[in-house]
């Protein structure tokens, strides 16, 4: 099943990233939660929740909002690697990280 990944910024603006079977196959969810968590660290964003459980959720999404859209438009190997984290984790066959709305859907 291939998996489609968009992240929004905003209705006219947003970026999709279709990842392979093979891609969500060669990631764990421990690694793909641990790049995740390792990019906020990289990229210095502000961590969700300082305090308690921080769910993967508010991880992507902090680290989408951090990273800008910028990263998300060039359709790089970052993107592509979020796409495939992302897909990992949800294991659903669309997932949309909406930034206009802060919310994944």
């Known amino acids: 099943m291939t998996r489609i990944v968009t992240v929004r910024f905003a209705p006219?603006?947003?970026y999709e990233f279709v990842v392979t079977d093979e891609a969500v196959g060669d990631l764990t969810h421990d690694a793909a939660r641990s790049w995740l968590a390792g990019q906020i660290e990289a990229l210095?964003?502000?961590?969700?929740n300082k305090m308690g459980k921080v769910l993967v959720t508010d991880i992507a999404l902090a680290l989408a909002q951090c990273?800008?859209?910028a990263l998300f438009a060039e359709g790089g190997e970052w993107a592509h690697n979020f796409a495939?984290?992302?897909a990992t984790l949800f294991d659903r066959p669309v997932v949309v990280v909406d930034l206009d709305q802060y919310r994944i859907g």
């Open 12 to 14: 006219e603006r947003e």
């Open 44 to 48: 210095e964003c502000d961590p969700p």
């Open 67 to 69: 990273a800008g859209e």
């Open 84 to 86: 495939q984290a992302l």
